[in-house]
């Protein structure tokens, strides 16, 4: 014959394994993401660098209404260089261009409808995310000065 006592017991017992289990499954999953760089953290390296389009040299330092030209290393399936830059602490410039390995870049202008002219400081920030776009992961970045 069962008892209220037994009974009670018992049923403490299952909301006291029950209580374990939902603390520490959460805890065994904590940090892992879905999606494209669940699997390791990337790593990545950026370097920019004024470019000129036509065969003139750059005098290797960035100018506005020139070009910089991203070197990007990553083992990030989903990497993307985001750049800003700024006049006297007011954003004028916000570009974000996403790359693939073995991709060439394309050279990004310096310049923009609220940039018309002027010195400037600027930072590109190499991130990873998912394939949606959630979990951005900063791998590298650089700041640089533009010249008028």
């Keep these: 014959m069962v008892t209220k006592k037994t009974s009670a017991s018992r049923i403490a ?18 940090g892992k993401g879905g999606g494209g760089n669940s699997a390791a953290s990337p790593t990545g390296s950026l370097s920019v660098a004024p470019f000129s389009s036509t065969n003139a040299p750059t005098t290797g330092l960035f100018h506005w209404g020139g070009q910089a030209m991203y070197s990007i290393t990553s083992t990030s399936t989903y990497g993307y260089v985001s750049l800003t830059c ?35 400081k600027c930072n590109a920030v190499l991130y990873a995310s998912n394939s949606d776009g959630s979990d951005p992961q900063s791998l590298a970045t650089q700041s640089f000065d533009v010249a008028a």
Excluded at 13 to 28: F, G, N, R
Excluded at 95 to 104: Q, V, Y
């Design 13 to 30: 017992l299952w909301a006291a394994l029950v209580v374990l289990v939902l603390s520490v499954v959460p805890a065994a999953f904590a």
């Design 86 to 120: 700024y006049q006297s602490g007011t954003l004028v410039f916000a570009n974000n261009t996403g790359f693939h390995s073995g991709w060439p870049t394309q050279p990004v202008y310096l310049e923009s409808a609220a940039w018309t002219g002027g010195a400037a």
